[in-house]
């Protein structure tokens, strides 16, 4: 098989650049995805209908094996992370949409500083201006026609207003509200500090996916596109240091695919992998791992950047629970400045849920998460092993900056006062310092197991007394009390440390940078340094992380490597 395009991965990206190169009908394209498809007749109902992370954790919707370490690194070596720190499961999408397909439906733009800035790191041709139309040609705005609003794009998006809020979280607006903090309906028009209800790739309570918005129908007949879903690619192929095809298996058998050009977008921890085992990175790690090296790139891997996040959990009165009829629980976004200094404006988000999972414990409880939308520490992606089949050493490194850890301690003082406090206490039965462990993550499944479990224990809470403080001991990690945690600083620093996680926003590995930076990997159009006819496109490719959810960004740099490509 011959084509002129294949693009590795058909998450946000890769859905994007299939749609817009195969529109030219002089150009064959491959699309493989390793996880299933979801064609437009045949959407899960779990993808379709749920609001976040659809048939949890199943082999069928994401990397099972793939594991992240969150602590600081300091100096240590990759195998003194292995022997000194446990690693945690880290949720990725293996699945055509990528995480558009099991996200919670979040589609918000960065700030126009956001982009601005990745023009002065290097990545010409990328500031806000620059990026502005490419949103707009994305979104098919429900709400909004403005200047800003994208109003003919292929992904809707759309609000739950506070019409429809928790009056916990009504309350909750209103108490930021009174410390200069203002409310907008639309956070396309965020310029200072503000909160605002969630922007969501939802039409008519149900999901709209890269995959769903992209490869339509119509553009799935298209002759000219070939989409091998269920297919994973082993590895590169070169001659000298051209790209010239990728091996995969597609149902069980390893064919060789030629390709003109080669597109990574197999996401930011995925794509650095394939770059390593082809011999792109930095030259003595691949020594390490008997890799012979093809192209001494450091950058590869470096930079990896996410939003790490903590919060409190909250046991709500009756009068301050979601309506069961609301299908959406994620309720209200906040960007604010931390004012802490070397930090920039607007740097912080916090989140308030109206429930923490459709159960009927869920809906008992609610979070209040925060952290960094500008977080300064950074991690790295490296090989464990030269094998395909093994996946990456991924090591966030949070709160390895000072800064990080500086802000989340503000801010959890903070948000305490805002909860124990009017207007908001009047609807919080009880708060704790929130830990979103293993087994919490493991209820989210739907399997009978857990709908007994979640049952039980909401009909516990509501007896109140000793069940309630049962059910509520189980959720709280012993070692964080609130009043301690509130009042000692090793305390809160000690929950901090154990109980922060990503917000699954990985990106910043392959960096766009100018052609003299020893840390860049590809140029702004998207082709790596040092090699020929390989490009990358998608979340690894940020030269830093915009102050939101990074989907639809992602999709905006699909737009983008694709117009690169079809004005060459």
Aim: aromatic share 8%.
């Amino acid at each position: 098989m011959l084509f002129d395009h294949v693009i590795v991965g058909g998450g946000s990206a890769g859905c994007v650049l299939a749609n817009r190169l195969s529109a030219d009908p002089r150009r064959s394209v491959c699309l493989v995805e390793a996880g299933p498809d979801t064609p437009p007749e045949a959407v899960p109902d779990a993808i379709y209908s749920d609001a976040f992370l659809p048939d949890y954790f199943q082999p069928y919707r994401y990397w099972t094996g793939l594991e992240a370490y969150t602590g600081a690194l300091g100096n240590k070596s990759q195998a003194q992370v292995k022997a000194d720190m446990k690693p945690r499961r880290y949720e990725q999408a293996r699945v055509m949409g990528g995480g558009s397909s099991v996200n919670g439906q979040v589609l918000i733009r960065g700030l126009a500083a956001d982009y601005d800035e990745w023009q002065e790191l290097g990545a010409s041709g990328w500031s806000w201006n620059d990026c502005l139309p490419l949103f707009k040609r994305i979104e098919r705005d429900l709400d909004f026609a403005t200047p800003l609003s994208g109003t003919q794009g292929r992904i809707p998006i759309r609000r739950t207003f506070p019409e429809h809020w928790s009056p916990f979280a009504l309350a909750f607006r209103d108490a930021v509200g009174k410390v200069g903090i203002p409310y907008l309906d639309d956070s396309h028009q965020q310029t200072g500090d503000a909160c605002f209800p969630f922007g969501r790739n939802n039409a008519y309570n149900h999901r709209v996916s890269a995959a769903a918005g992209y490869l339509d129908e119509s553009t799935r007949r298209r002759p000219n596109l070939r989409i091998l879903a269920g297919s994973t690619v082993r590895s590169l192929t070169f001659e000298g240091r051209r790209a010239t095809g990728v091996n995969v298996v597609i149902k069980g058998q390893e064919q060789w695919i030629e390709a003109g050009e080669i597109i990574l977008s197999a996401g930011a921890l995925h794509t650095p992998a394939l770059l390593m085992r082809a011999g792109i990175g930095r030259a003595e790690h691949l020594g390490e791992v008997n890799v012979p090296v093809l192209c001494d790139r450091r950058g590869v891997g470096e930079n990896l950047l996410d939003h790490p996040l903590i919060g409190f959990g909250v046991h709500l009165r009756d009068h301050g629970r979601l309506s069961p009829a609301a299908r959406n629980g994620f309720l209200m976004h906040m960007r604010w400045s931390s004012g802490h200094p070397d930090c920039a404006p607007v740097d912080m988000k916090l989140t308030v849920s109206g429930r923490f999972a459709a159960t009927r414990l869920g809906q008992r409880l609610a979070t209040v998460n925060f952290g960094p939308n500008k977080a300064y520490s950074k991690g790295i992606v490296r090989l464990n092993a030269a094998s395909p089949e093994a996946e990456p050493f991924v090591a966030f490194n949070y709160l390895s900056d000072e800064r990080d850890l500086a802000r989340f301690k503000s801010t959890a003082r903070r948000v305490a006062g805002f909860l124990s406090t009017d207007p908001v206490s009047g609807f919080v039965s009880g708060f704790w310092p929130g830990i979103y462990a293993e087994s919490l993550r493991n209820l989210s499944a739907p399997t009978p197991w857990n709908r007994l479990v979640t049952n039980v224990a909401a009909s516990l809470l509501d007896l109140g007394g000793p069940a309630r403080r049962m059910v509520l001991g189980a959720a709280v990690d012993q070692r964080f009390p609130l009043e301690r945690t509130l009042a000692d600083d090793a305390t809160m620093e000690a929950w901090i440390r154990a109980g922060v996680q990503g917000d699954w926003h990985p990106c910043g590995t392959c960096r766009i940078g100018a052609p003299d930076d020893p840390y860049a990997v590809v140029d702004p159009k998207g082709l790596v340094y040092g090699v020929e006819r390989l490009r990358v496109a998608d979340a690894s490719i940020m030269p830093s992380i915009p102050s939101a959810n990074i989907n639809l960004t992602t999709m905006m740099i699909g737009e983008k490597i694709a117009d690169s490509i079809l004005g060459a």
